[in-house]
């Protein structure tokens, strides 16, 4: 939980794209979420959630939906998950928005929905540590942070944290997805780097290696 109701300093800034399959109100909701880079202890890269959203809607109505949280939140790129909808709404956010700031990326998207979320789910909360008073397990050591605490209102938070908790087993986790494919690409991109792998590309960067013969 972040609690101080002001942000940090955002470096990169990216949005994902759950996109729903049709616009019927039986049918899973399109999500939309906005995750910030920013420097952490020593510089240790750490991710925020900035703003998130869902609803289920027509492809135009999507596309303007999109492009103004792009626009608000200066995102640097937009990652969308390569299905049929997800290809609709990327050719159309190219057509209308030629020449915008954000790069759009079409992300394959490979295994079920629990393997992909255990797979990144360390970046929450890496470590456990249980109170031998209370017996009380808390969770350490991640590098994902959601506003949450007194004095920090956003009514898109519970949303999310809801979805996360009941997954895999909720009714929707629209929203799960999106994050989850952000962080996979933040992690294949190098960017998404626990604390000890942090460390470990400081050490190599910083030992002197001859360089190798032609």
């Known amino acids: 939980p972040w609690k101080d109701p002001v942000f940090p300093a955002f470096g990169t800034v990216i949005a994902s794209i759950d996109t729903a399959m049709k616009e019927g109100e039986q049918n899973d909701y399109n999500a939309l979420t906005v995750l910030g880079m920013f420097p952490g202890e020593k510089d240790r890269p750490q991710i925020m959630l900035k703003d998130a959203w869902r609803g289920r809607c027509s492809l135009a109505n999507l596309v303007d939906t999109v492009s103004r949280y792009c626009r608000k939140h200066k995102v640097d790129y937009l990652l969308i998950e390569d299905k049929t909808r997800g290809h609709d709404v990327a050719q159309e956010l190219q057509r209308v928005y030629a020449g915008n700031a954000w790069s759009i990326r079409l992300l394959k998207v490979k295994g079920d929905k629990v393997s992909r979320c255990n797979a990144v789910s360390h970046l929450w909360s890496g470590d456990t540590k249980i109170d031998r008073a209370t017996g009380i397990e808390t969770y350490t050591g991640g590098m994902v942070w959601a506003p949450v605490g007194e004095g920090v209102e956003y009514d898109w938070v519970e949303p999310v944290l809801s979805e ?30 626990r604390r000890v792998e942090f460390d470990e590309e400081e050490l190599m960067a910083r030992t002197y290696r001859k360089p190798s013969k032609s």
């Open 164 to 193: 996360f908790e009941n997954f895999p087993n909720g009714k929707h986790d629209d929203m799960v997805d999106a994050i989850v494919m952000a962080d996979s690409w933040l992690r294949v991109n190098r960017v998404a780097l």
